[in-house]
């Protein structure tokens, strides 16, 4: 899925999934032999960005499920996953904006792709983030209609759902007393690790006619070895902003799958505790401090972007080796670095050089020496690529490079850059620190934990 001057352009490529936009005849055995050069990977990009080169991981056709909207780096071995490896969300199935019910694995080294999961209530899935600890992933599923079936997901390793968080399963049992999250267009997916806690986050877009609940961001607490209290795993809940833009602030009515906007993208300082969130629907990404902590909407700021540089700002992520944010810029296809402090742009890179609102999913990793790894999604072919600084390929395979996620610790090494912090999670694309970078390249498999 695309967006096209205000409006998503459905259906870029027909019948194909996940990073996935290639013809049948470049298939062999569910493998993708994917092509080794992007669209766009001739721009050398400007400043922090210029260094990178990039290269096409995979192509893959899967379920007729379409456009990669957000990515996630598995951060350890465990179930159906593997430390290294890429998971994608797919938002549509064909043409039909919203429908999609797959997420795909993909290793990066060979191109070899498969189902994770897929089907219901897996549906209009629209973020993904991975929990450092367990390898639970946590799905945000806007839905096929106007936001108003919406709901948030915990997926095992092994591939199979263990709680689905809608309007319905957060009000099964009585008794439970604290606040209770609504479900109103959830859009994007974001993790934080604090003093312990790993939550999960979704931003909402509104749903219906006129745009109910939207504009907000929710923390879910998962507490799987808690107390009884009526909520999946054991959750509580806090709205950490409200008043964000969202649909009825753009005037983007009714909700629909093709037009959904609001707190997109999700990631977390974990030293200062921010949370920042890229929006969609005025190009703007706002800091929450004290994101893991805060029990009712907290005071936020803006990041001070200049007017022009964000354009449909969708996923976003923490550079692990300087701690600048990195967005994607589905209106411009490009990549921009940002200094999260003064707003100064440190670099940009167009990422493909066809249509426009091509570009959603973003996830950072690094490789064997350290140097930062990105990955993005393409919607105009359905693809995974990756950046990578040059002398840095790592193991060669059909990708050309094997790579070290960043860890799953709260705590950890990288160092820091002009006193922005580097030991971070990645929110909504991969969680991530450095003090247990070894546990995210073993591949060995972990023993269960109590899942969450």
């Avoid at 049948?24 to 669209?39: D, E, F, I, N």
């Avoid at 797959?102 to 994770?116: C, E, K, L, N, Y």
């Avoid at 833009?245 to 993208?265: E, F, M, R």
């Avoid at 909504?428 to 498999?445: D, H, I």
Wanted: no cysteine.
């Amino acid at each position: 899925m695309s967006r096209n001057s205000g409006a998503r352009r459905w259906g870029a490529s027909v019948g194909v999934l996940a990073f996935a936009g290639v013809s049948a005849g470049m298939l062999l055995g569910g493998v993708a032999q994917a092509a080794t050069t992007p669209t766009g990977a001739g721009n050398t990009g400007t400043g922090t960005l210029a260094p990178f080169t990039a290269s096409r991981v995979s192509s893959v056709a899967m379920n007729g499920d379409t456009d990669p909207y957000s990515i996630a780096v598995v951060p350890l071995s465990a179930g159906k996953l593997v430390a290294g490896n890429v998971l994608s969300v797919n938002f549509n199935h064909g043409n039909t904006a919203g429908a999609g019910t797959s997420i795909v694995q993909v290793d990066p080294a060979t191109g070899a792709s498969s189902v994770f999961a897929s089907g219901l209530p897996i549906s209009g899935p629209v973020g993904i983030a991975i929990n450092p600890v367990n390898d639970g992933v946590w799905i945000g599923g806007f839905g096929a209609t106007d936001g108003s079936t919406s709901n948030d997901m915990l997926i095992l390793p092994d591939g199979t759902v263990k709680a689905n968080y809608n309007t319905t399963t957060v009000n099964a049992k009585p008794g439970y007393s604290g606040v209770k999250p609504t479900f109103d267009g959830v859009w994007g997916e974001g993790v934080s690790k604090h003093a312990g806690q790993v939550s999960f986050y979704y931003g909402t877009t509104g749903s219906g006619a006129n745009g109910t609940g939207g504009g907000q961001v929710w923390r879910i607490d998962p507490h799987p070895t808690g107390t009884a209290n009526g909520q999946p795993v054991n959750s509580t809940y806090a709205t950490i902003a409200t008043g964000l833009a969202d649909n009825a602030s753009s005037k983007a009515l009714p909700v629909t799958p093709g037009n959904a906007a609001g707190p997109q993208g999700f990631a977390y300082n974990d030293t200062t505790g921010v949370m920042y969130v890229s929006n969609d629907a005025d190009n703007t990404i706002t800091a929450i401090p004290d994101a893991a902590t805060a029990t009712a909407p907290t005071h936020t700021r803006r990041v001070p972007v200049a007017a022009g540089v964000l354009n449909t700002p969708e996923n976003i992520a923490l550079n692990p080796v300087n701690g600048d944010l990195l967005v994607v810029n589905a209106a411009t296809n490009t990549l921009t670095e940002i200094n999260p402090a003064t707003g100064a742009v440190l670099g940009s890179r167009v990422l493909d050089t066809g249509a426009h609102n091509a570009l959603f999913g973003l996830a950072v990793s690094t490789d064997a020496h350290g140097s930062p790894v990105i990955y993005y999604s393409n919607d105009n072919d359905n693809t995974l690529n990756v950046l990578r600084t040059s002398g840095t390929t790592g193991t060669s395979g059909a990708t050309g490079s094997t790579v070290t996620p960043t860890g799953g610790a709260a705590t950890g090494g990288g160092g820091s850059a002009g006193g922005r912090d580097t030991t971070l999670l990645i929110v909504g694309v991969v969680a991530a620190t450095g003090a247990v970078a070894a546990a995210g390249a073993w591949r060995g498999r972990r023993p269960a934990r109590n899942q969450a």
